[in-house]
């Protein structure tokens, strides 16, 4: 069975750092492009940023780039976030999710089951 | 970047009953080469992360009642859920990934009536 366990998530205040971590089981885990998805308190799904499989090439949504880091180290089969100089809009749920393939753009599946990362003073 | 927007925001309906989210694309989200559309559809409940229903715009998930059917191509996109159980109160979210940064439906929150 895939699994999905997400770390990490704490409070932070705002211009902080955080590493968020995902543990992955049940798949080669470096044969699959991964992502990390975000939901802000009672708002919709965003996606944040994306890495491939064996190559590791990473891809970053508009409003993280330069500020937040994905990476992968797949002889432990962990997804990393580094997310830096943190903004009161980064407060959310973040999510880690399988895509189907070595690269990026499929569907999401699984989801693990989310760390919330809370950004205040 | 390619904006999908989702109708209603939410609706009710009664046990039974059929139930239709809609879900358009800024643009295509079919792919010249293979003519599949890059569209999944999620279902969300409180407190939980999302989970796959539907992807390739119609193509049901392993585990998926076949209540739920997905339908549309192009741009316009339709999720029905044939007869609304109580276990499929959630909020609906579609999302493309014909292209970078794929992107997701505002949600539609389900219901009973």
């Known amino acids: 069975e895939v699994q999905l366990l997400e770390s990490g998530g704490d409070l932070v205040q705002p211009g902080g750092s955080l590493r968020l971590s995902c543990a992955a089981s049940?798949?080669?885990?470096?044969?699959?492009?991964m992502s990390w998805v975000r939901q802000a308190p009672g708002k919709g799904l965003e996606w944040v940023a994306g890495i491939s499989g064996s190559r590791g090439t990473t891809y970053y949504a508009d409003s993280v780039k330069g500020r937040f880091t994905i990476s992968r180290d797949n002889s432990k089969n962990t997804l990393y976030l580094q997310m830096n100089n943190l903004r009161a809009e980064d407060t959310a749920v973040y999510y880690c999710a399988k895509d189907q393939g070595e690269w990026l753009l499929s569907w999401f599946h699984p989801w693990g089951q989310g760390t919330l990362v809370t950004v205040s003073s | 970047d390619i904006v999908m927007t989702q109708s209603p925001d939410s609706l009710a309906v009664s046990l039974g009953e059929r139930a239709t989210i809609n879900c358009k694309s800024s643009q295509s989200v079919s792919h010249s080469s293979n003519n599949r559309n890059y569209l999944g559809w999620y279902q969300q409940k409180p407190g939980q992360p999302p989970k796959l229903l539907i992807y390739?715009?119609?193509t049901r998930a392993s585990g998926v009642p076949d209540r739920f059917s997905g339908s549309g191509s192009g741009t316009d996109f339709t999720l029905t859920i044939s007869s609304l159980q109580a276990e499929d109160v959630a909020v609906y979210y579609c999302h493309q990934y014909l292209s970078t940064p794929p992107t997701f439906g505002g949600g539609t929150k389900v219901e009973i009536k």
């Open positions: 049940g798949f080669t885990f470096s044969s699959y492009a």
């Open positions: 390739w715009a119609s």
